[in-house]
Nanobody
Framework: QVQLVESGGGLVQVGGSLRLTCAAS????????MGWFRQAPGKERVFVAA????????RHADSVKGRFTISRDNAKNTVYLQMNSLKPEDTAVYYC?????????????WGQGTQVTVSS
């Protein structure tokens, strides 16, 4: 089992920045691919970004390319999502996920989420 705890969400103005953190614990968390997903009110949960176990390979959704960056620190069992140039449409609950299969999932483990609200 892998446990995931997100933090760093909050209220930010349009154009601002936030950095989300996902702390992983449990069974060999550093060997898993990690991802971020988000779910806006009334909408389905969608993929945001993912990173492989070593940090060499990443992928980002088209909607966040150039603005968001996923990274990880295996020494700290932590994954980050740096979010810049935030827009109102980025408002959502952001979830951290882990996969034993790679950056394309499937995603077996999920955190409880952290709220990000972008105000105009």
């Amino acid at each position: 089992q892998v446990q995931l705890v997100e933090s760093g969400g909050g209220l930010v103005q349009v154009g601002g920045s936030l950095r989300l953190t996902c702390a992983a614990s449990g069974r060999t968390p550093s060997s898993n691919a990690m991802g971020w997903f988000r779910q806006a009110p009334g909408k389905e949960r969608v993929f945001v970004a993912a990173i492989n176990w070593s940090g060499v390979s990443t992928r980002h959704a088209d909607s966040v390319k150039g603005r968001f960056t996923i990274s990880r620190d295996n020494a700290k069992n932590t994954v980050y999502l740096q979010m810049n140039s935030l827009k109102p449409e980025d408002t959502a609950v952001y979830y951290c996920a882990a996969s034993t299969r790679g950056v394309w999932g499937p995603w077996q483990y999920w955190g409880q989420g952290t709220q990000v609200t972008v105000s105009s």
